[in-house]
């Protein structure tokens, strides 16, 4: 009929189309989105490479926060950066030859630490609340009066009952502490298995600041945005082809 408007089916065409697929705007943004997320993934990977160091703790001196196994990523930190409470990585020949050691700072430079008072932790007289133990208080755990020298450290495994840690060297010369020089980092997360960050060490902070956690979670961040953004400019292609070749499936018509 004269004014009657039909659809039919567009006839399949046996070449390869050769126009540029989605629109001109289109394809610059998902250029520019491929580009920029290139960019951030392979940045957030170079800057966490600069700052982390990834280690793994093979004893269980550290559980139940780090268990034996436990693959960790710690943050490269200078003697001025430690605070109590901090877990770190540090090398001394009198504790273990060639090898790194994973332990917790309970008192610096001019601290007197002993243990233990009702179960806890005692520093500077003051009774330290360590709720990352989980529990894990050993009553008995003996450690007379240490006055920490300045620019030293004294550090405990947070398995208190068979940790080698400085209550295991007060006899040394130094009475089980650590020169501050030789940490080399300090953990902020357990990656694998994935437990994610540290606790804080808030029972701490009535003796002074703690150490701010470092930049992991914007370098994941960074990270995680350059794959998406990588991945959604490189599906706009695919996409608007697939939407193209719809709508040429059916074309309306003209009247005649």
Known sequence: MGG???????P???GTSTSPVGTRTGQRLSGLAV????VLFLGGFAWGAVIYRPYTVPTTS???TIDAGDRVLAQRVDAGEIRRGDVVVFNDKTWVTGSAVVKRVVAVGGDTVSCCTDGKLTVNGKQIDESYLKG???????IPSVKVPKGRLFLLGDEREGSLDSSAHLSDAAQGTVAASAVTARVDAVVWPMKGML???????????LSQPGPLRIILTL????????FAGGAYGPIAKRTGRSRARTEPVRAR
């Open 35 to 38: 580009a920029l997320g290139v």
């Open 136 to 142: 894990n208080v050993v009553e008995d755990k003996k």
């Open 12 to 14: 399949r065409s046996g």
């Open 199 to 209: 606790e804080r060490p808030t029972g701490f902070e009535t003796l002074g600041a």
């Open 223 to 230: 990270i995680i945005a350059g794959a998406v953004l990588v």
């Open 62 to 64: 550290m559980t139940p």
């Open 4 to 10: 009657e408007s039909t659809t039919r089916t567009a």
